[in-house]
């Protein structure tokens, strides 16, 4: 159980192209999603928090409308990387809050998203 | 975030052997830490958590140990195995409910 799944596993875009990233939890509700980016060699970095029918929570120093969140559904959450830079080629990973509610630390991974932007 | 070099620590066991990995970590808020391994090209996967109530804690094969004194956090791995070779992060809450901050990682090579 709690198995979460991101489309596409690697994406190839052009510089200035906007890219869509997509992470489901497969058998449970997930109220929050979290995304993080992970550059080679170094650690996750959290990005921004998603709340179901919500506005995301961006961390410091992440631009929200460079990096666009919804979380329209209990089982979805995309993340979309408008006019994408090669700064911006990284490891996206997301995660999902199995139990719905504050208090819960049960986050489960996606297998992340490798983007390269060209 | 902190900034983090290019260059992981890293550990290198020979299979078998015991392994043992350190994470220091800087909120003295944190009551709440997890270990994830992560192995090339995928998400983190959950190996073992612990509260501040304890100190120690087992799991199969597993033990983390927790000294809040000094903020000090450790995996230890019992008969490593070639499977293991990953790279290793800590993760801790910050007294949130429920936000992560990862440490840097160590990446543990097993020879066989």
């Known amino acids: 159980g709690a198995v979460v799944s991101q489309h596409p596993s690697w994406v190839i875009c052009k510089s200035g192209t906007s890219v869509k990233i997509e992470c489901r939890s497969l058998?449970?509700?997930?109220?929050?999603m979290f995304w993080y980016r992970q550059f080679p060699k170094q650690s996750l970095m959290l990005m921004a928090t998603?709340?179901?029918?919500?506005?995301?929570?961006?961390e410091q120093g992440v631009e929200k409308d460079k990096f666009l969140i919804n979380h329209a559904s209990l089982t979805l959450s995309t993340l979309t990387v408008t006019s994408a830079h090669p700064e911006d080629s990284s490891f996206y990973i997301c995660s999902a809050d199995t139990t719905g509610t504050r208090g819960s630390y049960e986050q489960y991974f996606g297998p992340g998203t490798r983007l390269t932007v060209t | 975030g902190e900034s983090v070099g290019l260059h992981l620590p890293t550990l290198s066991v020979q299979e078998g052997d015991n392994s043992i990995i350190n994470c220091a970590y800087s909120n003295s808020a944190s009551d709440y830490f997890i270990w994830y391994k992560q192995e090339s090209g995928k998400g983190p996967q959950f190996i073992i958590d612990?509260?501040?109530?304890?100190d120690k804690r087992q799991g199969q094969r597993v033990t983390v140990l927790l000294n809040k004194t000094v903020k000090h956090l450790s995996l230890q791995i019992a008969a490593t195995q070639p499977g293991d070779s990953a790279v290793y992060f800590c993760a801790e809450n910050g007294g949130s409910n429920y936000k992560l901050t990862f440490g840097k990682g160590t990446l543990l090579t097993v020879n066989p």
């Open positions: 998603s709340n179901e029918g919500s506005k995301a929570t961006y």
């Open positions: 612990i509260r501040s109530n304890m």
């Open positions: 058998d449970f509700q997930a109220t929050t």
